[in-house]
């Protein structure tokens, strides 16, 4: 009788699951901060603050929390033969996606490599899903090699291997067009992009987010290629259809469209609409390093210093963990050297 009307909080959990993908993923901080102390040594109670994070600018938050996750998961498959792995590939990927996003390019590949020494088993290999341990490796390996920016990797035959499904087939061929576009090998990425639409018409599962890819890298090929409208508006198709992709986390595309799109406008001087774009992905990954050094360099291009600035110093805080030998760690320690920063 005394609890009637009375008001009874949510657990934390449905707290964070129920602000994870809103505009708002900061109103589940508190909730993350108690969770942990409800459920102790439970992979699920480790891992869940790491989607809110993950959609915040807290990244190493993030990491910290997928990396306590895939600990305990871990643990559990060494001790029974029986468990199953699939959560740990979950986890594991978007540790990976995570990593990416702050910068940390030689832990994701280590990340990538863990996930695939699992080999698949009987079931994985003959079927079409792609949530096993080996193929969300896989995809992390292409969401990596493309997210750094890693041409000669990608072309080199060796670090993405070749698998017999479309879906993993039509990932390599995305980021094999990619780098030769981005190298000026225009004839290769043509047939590239003639091979990954062959792989489209295979997919069995997950068709929209390679139909998609085949738009981008088609966007990718024009505008490098010097027809600007053309792939400029295949780049706006391709991000709409992208941002429309039903929810999911990580994300089913290796990376925001956008960010693609406004690497390219950066790489041809067209610094307004890298600017733009790059705004635009600040919305969808508000912590992303990537896109706040992509803005700054855009900024400098428009003549906007002290935009450029601040930029530049929020980049600094997001990669403040990266691998200080990327390109844009590289440029910072140069800027900050000549008193720019």
């Excluded at 981005?182 to 997950?206: E, N, P, Y």
């Excluded at 085949?214 to 290629?225: D, G, K, P, S, Y």
């Excluded at 429309?244 to 986390?249: G, K, N, P, T, V």
């Amino acid at each position: 009788m005394g609890r009637i009307g009375r008001k009874v909080k949510p657990p934390p959990s449905c707290l964070i699951h129920a602000w994870e993908g809103s505009k708002t993923p900061e109103k589940a901080w508190h909730s993350n901060a108690r969770y942990g102390g409800y459920v102790v040594d439970i992979p699920h109670a480790a891992h869940m603050p790491g989607h809110i994070y993950a959609q915040s600018d807290r990244i190493q938050e993030a990491i910290s929390a997928f990396s306590a996750a895939a600990a305990i998961e871990l643990k559990w498959i060494e001790s029974d033969s029986l468990y199953p792995t699939g959560h740990h590939a979950h986890n594991m990927h978007f540790l990976i996606h995570a990593l990416n996003l702050g910068g940390r390019y030689q832990q994701s590949m280590e990340k990538v490599h863990d996930l695939l020494a699992f080999k698949e088993n009987p079931r994985e290999r003959g079927g079409n899903t792609q949530t096993g341990p080996w193929r969300q490796g896989y995809f992390g390996l292409i969401k990596t090699v493309v997210r750094f920016e890693k041409w000669n990797e990608i072309l080199d035959g060796k670090t993405i291997p070749v698998y017999d499904k479309p879906e993993q087939n039509a990932w390599r061929h995305w980021a094999m067009g990619l780098a030769y576009a981005a190298t000026g090998q225009m004839d290769q990425a043509k047939t590239t992009l003639a091979d990954m639409r062959k792989d489209l018409d295979g997919v069995t599962s997950a068709k929209e987010p390679i139909g998609i890819g085949v738009q981008e890298l088609e966007a990718t090929i024009a505008a490098r290629n010097g027809d600007r409208k053309k792939g400029y508006e295949l780049f706006r198709k391709a991000a709409d259809r992208e941002a429309a992709l039903l929810y999911s986390e990580p994300p089913s595309y290796p990376r925001p469209v956008v960010e693609g799109f406004a690497n390219v406008a950066l790489a041809g001087g067209d610094f307004a609409t890298a600017d733009k774009e790059y705004r635009e992905a600040l919305t969808r990954e508000p912590g992303s390093g990537r896109a706040f050094f992509g803005l700054a360099a855009a900024l400098d291009g428009l003549g906007n210093a002290a935009e450029a600035r601040a930029a530049r110093e929020h980049a600094a805080r997001a990669w403040a963990a990266a691998d200080a030998d990327l390109p844009q760690m590289q440029k910072l320690r140069g800027t900050a050297a000549a008193g720019g920063q």
